[in-house]
Every structure is written in structure tokens, then in C-alpha cells.
């Protein structure tokens, strides 16, 4: 009597609602948490359902394969079978007010002479909401990094089309200048000019190779400056050809090379600099 009497305690003291099923579903015995649980929510048989069939209370819904009640009616038919040790299902059970979620579990009930079960329902409601609540905030997190990746698109293919024109603008400010000022000045500073006026037209000469000398950074920059032969002679040098093959395959003397290699340095501001032509032209883009 003893032994039935903490066995009773036990039972109730748990949090989880529970009820122990003979071999055909029949409720035997159900706890304070389960019985408290049938109240609250409109229950009106005596002693939480004591000696009901669960089976077919699962069982009696609208015949679908996928309702709740028949999937845990079933596993609760596989475990007093003993074709498996336990059963476990996690499902909802919302009201008009607010949402549940609850896991069942069934477990053989341990006695020899005795074919039961012990089926537990525990609401996990916290842990569902805890749940939802970081896959919400996940999938924020997902939308935030698309739109992030959507903008680091659109800044990098502005920040191309900004290079693109930077480059069309110094390739324009270059070609004016070189092509429409200095070969001016060139005449000029070759005309009978006073000493003052000479050093005035080298002055701006100077002043403007200072301007258009940061474009002369990118070898297709430079295409702007050079003669066709000059950068077939710049291409041959950057690939570590010397003088005689270069001579050889663009069906030029030596000395012809050498002279272009001279205009090449000249062009390029290296003519008193002592700087290798070859490392300047493998240094541009």
C-alpha cells in the first residue's frame, strides 16, 4: 500500500500529462497534470477520462492519413505490439485565443503480467515559440544580407562605370593636350622667341606634361602617345626581347630598335632617369 501510495505521488508530482493505457487503449490511470489539463479545457468526465478508449478517441477524426490523432493512435498501437520501444511526436494544438505545440510520448508501461503503455504529453510551447522566434529573425537576417549583397552589386558596377569614365576623361584630356597644345608649343619654342618667351613656352610645356602625366600610367594610355611601330617595339621589350630579336621580327636594323627604344624612354620621361624601360613597361596595367 505503501509502495502504490509514492507511486500516486510520484504520478502527480509531474509536470507532464500523463495517462497509462491497457492493451486495448482503455485509460487506467491519469495524474493531477492530466486531469487539471481535461478541466481547463472543458472536459466534463469524471477523473480525466479514466477508463475511456484513447485509441478511439485518437481514431475518431475525419479519416485523413495525416491527422495527428490517427499517426499517435497508430504508435501507440506499434508500442503495446512491442514492434518498437518508444513512440515520440511533436504537434500542435492550438485554441481560437492562442497557439500550443505538445510532444507525445509513448513508452512501454514495465511489468510483466501487465501489456500497458504510459502516453505523455509535454507542452513545449516556450520552446516552439523560442524556435519561430530565431527562424523569423534568421530569415531577417537572410533578407538583410540579400539587399546587402543586392547594394554591394549596384556600388561595384557604379564604382565600374565611374572608373570607365574616369579613364575616358583622362584619355580625352590627354589626347587634347598632346594632340592639340603641345605640338603647338613645340613650334613655337622653335620660332625666333626672346629668352623670357622661350622660358615662358617651356614652362607651360612643363606644367602641362605635369597635368597630363598621371593618365601615362596605363600602357593603353600610352597608345595615345605612341607611333603604331613604337608600341609594337614597347610590346616586344615588355616580353623581354632584346634589340636583335625585336630587330627580327619586326624586320628593323638594330639601330632602328635603338632608336625607337630612344623615343620610347624620351616619351615616357626615363631619358635621364637610369631606370630600366623594361621594368617601367611591366609596372603599367
Not at 501489456?115 to 510551447?125: A, M
Not at 539587399?147 to 569614365?165: F, H, M, S
Not at 605612341?226 to 609594337?232: D, I, L
Not at 626581347?241 to 620621361?269: C, P, T
Amino acid at each position: 500500500m505503501g509502495d502504490a501510495h509514492l507511486y500516486k505521488k510520484i504520478l502527480n508530482a509531474m509536470s507532464s500529462h500523463i495517462a497509462i493505457l491497457d492493451e486495448d487503449g482503455n485509460i487506467v490511470e491519469t495524474n493531477r497534470a492530466w486531469r487539471e489539463f481535461g478541466s481547463d479545457n472543458g472536459l466534463e468526465i469524471a477523473d480525466g477520462c479514466l477508463h475511456c478508449n484513447y485509441l478511439e478517441a485518437c481514431e475518431a477524426g475525419n479519416g485523413d492519413p495525416e491527422d495527428d490523432g490517427l499517426k499517435v493512435a497508430g504508435g501507440i498501437r506499434r508500442v503495446i505490439a512491442g514492434e518498437i520501444d518508444e513512440f515520440l511526436m511533436q504537434y500542435p494544438c492550438h485554441s481560437p485565443e492562442e497557439q500550443h505545440w505538445f510532444v507525445v510520448r509513448v513508452v512501454p508501461y514495465r511489468d510483466e503480467q501487465l501489456r500497458r503503455v504510459i502516453v505523455s504529453h509535454e507542452n513545449i510551447t516556450p520552446i516552439v515559440a523560442v524556435q519561430k522566434a530565431l527562424e523569423k529573425k534568421e530569415q531577417e537576417l537572410e533578407r538583410q544580407a540579400e539587399k546587402q549583397q543586392e547594394t554591394n552589386i549596384a556600388l561595384r558596377v557604379l564604382l565600374d562605370q565611374r572608373n570607365e569614365d574616369r579613364k575616358h576623361i583622362e584619355s580625352a584630356v590627354f589626347a587634347n593636350v598632346d594632340r592639340l597644345v603641345l605640338p603647338y608649343l613645340e613650334k613655337l619654342n622653335a620660332s625666333r622667341l626672346t629668352h623670357n618667351q622661350k622660358t615662358l613656352v617651356e614652362i607651360i610645356s612643363s606644367n602641362l606634361e605635369d597635368i597630363i602625366s598621371p593618365f601615362l600610367k596605363r600602357l593603353s594610355t600610352l597608345e595615345l602617345r605612341f607611333t603604331p611601330q613604337e608600341m609594337e617595339v614597347a610590346h616586344l621589350i615588355r616580353n623581354g626581347r632584346s634589340s636583335k630579336e625585336i630587330a627580327e621580327v619586326l624586320f628593323l636594323s638594330v639601330a632602328g630598335v635603338d632608336f625607337h627604344r630612344k623615343n620610347l624612354r624620351k616619351k615616357l620621361g626615363l631619358t635621364n632617369s637610369g631606370q630600366n624601360l623594361r621594368s617601367y613597361l611591366m609596372s603599367l596595367e
